[in-house]
């Protein structure tokens, strides 16, 4: 048996290379090897993860390659991302007529960016909704306006971002990271978030589907997803693959460019962090590591910027994705994208101001934690969330207790 193989079970085997963008032939050989050996509960149980995590077409896409008939379930899972996909992709064209009209631009960024212009194979890389940034408050106001004359509705959050009409949905953002709490946290942290904006839409490129669609420059759209995937603690899945198929996929990328710009944003380690998690700051010795992704000297860059005990702790923990089992459905995977952020702030004072902006949030973002939440009761709902925290903290340390005595 290979020795990339000998250190993992068959569901470990499983799980590494469901969450590799594009296998080598060692890679492939390993998978057919692990699909003669698996038995039912490995099927199950690698199945079910992928599923859980988004990677389930690109698995079942792995193990044709392979020359292995993939379970029913990860084909239908294949077919159904490629059906959904074209849909969405012909929503988008309908919706181009009526937004050129309206005069301004969308800039796409993730999951319905990267369908067209990285992955090209419908059937690898599903997205629950389309993620539009927009320049400007009128811009904003113009976009709900046509939303709602194409059949959309406001769909759930009180700033009226999130629109839908039948399975698809258009989640607006005021800045190019895609979340109004990810750019205060990095307020302060380097460039403002007025000059990262500004720059992302300077060096915007067009989409295949044509105007008004734009998508970041892929160094701009690199750090868009670090950042993403920083403030989901870098749970395993989909999102990392992202990372690697927008490298392999993207000719001349410009390292330089990027990093310099996630120094001068505040975001290089985010930057770290996420490679890190990705297995792509070691070698290529064990199974579904990925050291031969970044340039060598890029790979000692990032493997220099040094973790506090913090950082060490939490990257282990969100590595592992571990389910807080009996937990309320928000909080079943540990939530430490906040705390891993602390690191970044400069001063004693710009951690306290993110630990308190993280624990006690604005109005609309307490909406969604609290559906029942009404600003005239804020202290109440304070203290509630207080309690919530406690309570989850408890759970955290009995986990993390529970893993060392393992």
């Given at each position: 048996?290979d020795?990339?193989?000998?250190?993992?079970?068959?569901?470990?085997?499983?799980?590494?290379l469901?969450?590799?963008?594009?296998?080598?032939?060692?890679?492939?050989d390993a998978?057919?090897?692990?699909c003669?050996?698996?038995?039912?509960?490995?099927?199950?149980?690698?199945?079910?993860?992928?599923?859980?995590?988004?990677?389930?077409?690109?698995?079942?896409?792995?193990?044709?390659?392979?020359?292995?008939?993939?379970?029913?379930?990860?084909r239908a899972?294949?077919?159904?991302?490629?059906?959904?996909s074209t849909?969405?992709?012909?929503?988008?064209?309908?919706?181009?007529p009526?937004?050129?009209?309206a005069?301004?631009?969308?800039?796409?960024?993730?999951?319905?960016?990267?369908?067209?212009?990285i992955?090209?194979n419908?059937?690898?890389?599903?997205?629950?909704?389309?993620?539009?940034?927009?320049?400007?408050?009128?811009?904003?106001?113009?976009?709900?306006?046509?939303?709602?004359t194409l059949?959309?509705?406001?769909?759930?959050?009180g700033?009226?971002?999130?629109?839908?009409r039948?399975p698809?949905i258009?989640?607006?953002?005021?800045?190019?990271?895609g979340?109004?709490?990810?750019?205060?946290?990095?307020?302060?942290l380097?460039?403002?978030?007025?000059?990262?904006?500004g720059?992302?839409?300077?060096?915007?490129?067009p989409?295949v589907?044509?105007?008004?669609?734009?998508?970041?420059?892929?160094?701009?759209?690199?750090?868009?997803?670090c950042?993403?995937?920083?403030?989901?603690?870098f749970?395993?899945?989909?999102w990392?693959?992202?990372?690697?198929a927008?490298?392999?996929?993207?000719?001349?990328f410009?390292?330089?460019a990027?990093?310099?710009?996630?120094?001068?944003?505040?975001?290089?380690r985010?930057?770290?962090?996420?490679?890190?998690?990705?297995?792509?700051?070691?070698?290529?010795?064990?199974?579904?590591e990925?050291?031969d992704?970044?340039?060598?000297?890029?790979?000692a860059?990032?493997?220099?910027?040094?973790?506090?005990?913090?950082d060490s702790?939490l990257?282990?923990?969100?590595?592992?994705g571990?389910?807080?089992?009996g937990?309320?459905?928000?909080?079943?995977?540990?939530?430490?994208?906040?705390?891993?952020w602390?690191?970044?702030?400069?001063?004693?004072?710009?951690?306290?101001?993110?630990?308190?902006?993280?624990s006690?949030?604005?109005?609309?973002?307490?909406?969604?934690?609290?559906?029942?939440y009404?600003?005239?009761?804020?202290w109440?709902?304070m203290?509630?969330?207080?309690?919530?925290?406690?309570h989850?903290?408890?759970?955290?340390?009995?986990?993390?207790?529970?893993?060392?005595?393992?």
């Amino acid at each position: 048996m290979d020795t990339l193989q000998k250190q993992l079970s068959t569901r470990e085997v499983f799980l590494s290379l469901a969450r590799r963008y594009r296998l080598s032939p060692r890679e492939t050989d390993a998978l057919a090897r692990a699909c003669r050996d698996a038995g039912e509960a490995d099927w199950h149980e690698a199945t079910e993860e992928t599923l859980y995590r988004e990677t389930g077409g690109l698995f079942c896409h792995h193990l044709r390659e392979a020359g292995v008939d993939p379970p029913k379930i990860l084909r239908a899972e294949y077919k159904w991302i490629s059906l959904s996909s074209t849909v969405k992709e012909a929503e988008l064209r309908r919706l181009s007529p009526g937004l050129i009209k309206a005069g301004f631009r969308v800039l796409l960024i993730k999951g319905t960016a990267l369908y067209q212009s990285i992955y090209k194979n419908p059937g690898l890389r599903n997205f629950e909704d389309s993620d539009w940034v927009l320049a400007g408050h009128s811009d904003w106001e113009t976009a709900k306006r046509e939303l709602r004359t194409l059949g959309y509705k406001p769909s759930g959050h009180g700033d009226d971002s999130r629109w839908k009409r039948g399975p698809f949905i258009v989640e607006l953002h005021h800045n190019v990271l895609g979340d109004e709490r990810l750019a205060a946290r990095i307020s302060g942290l380097g460039a403002s978030n007025v000059e990262i904006d500004g720059e992302v839409w300077a060096r915007a490129r067009p989409l295949v589907l044509g105007e008004p669609f734009l998508m970041p420059a892929p160094e701009d759209h690199l750090l868009i997803m670090c950042a993403h995937l920083m403030k989901h603690g870098f749970e395993p899945g989909i999102w990392f693959v992202d990372l690697e198929a927008l490298l392999l996929e993207t000719e001349s990328f410009d390292w330089a460019a990027a990093l310099d710009r996630a120094d001068r944003w505040g975001l290089l380690r985010a930057v770290a962090f996420a490679f890190r998690n990705l297995g792509a700051l070691g070698g290529i010795e064990n199974l579904g590591e990925r050291g031969d992704l970044l340039p060598p000297g890029v790979r000692a860059q990032l493997a220099e910027i040094r973790l506090t005990s913090l950082d060490s702790y939490l990257l282990t923990l969100a590595a592992k994705g571990e389910w807080i089992s009996g937990e309320k459905k928000e909080w079943r995977r540990v939530p430490i994208g906040n705390l891993l952020w602390l690191s970044s702030q400069p001063t004693f004072a710009g951690k306290i101001r993110l630990l308190w902006e993280a624990s006690f949030p604005r109005g609309e973002v307490m909406e969604e934690i609290y559906p029942d939440y009404r600003p005239a009761m804020r202290w109440w709902f304070m203290a509630r969330r207080a309690a919530d925290l406690v309570h989850l903290g408890g759970r955290v340390l009995a986990l993390t207790g529970w893993e060392r005595s393992r």
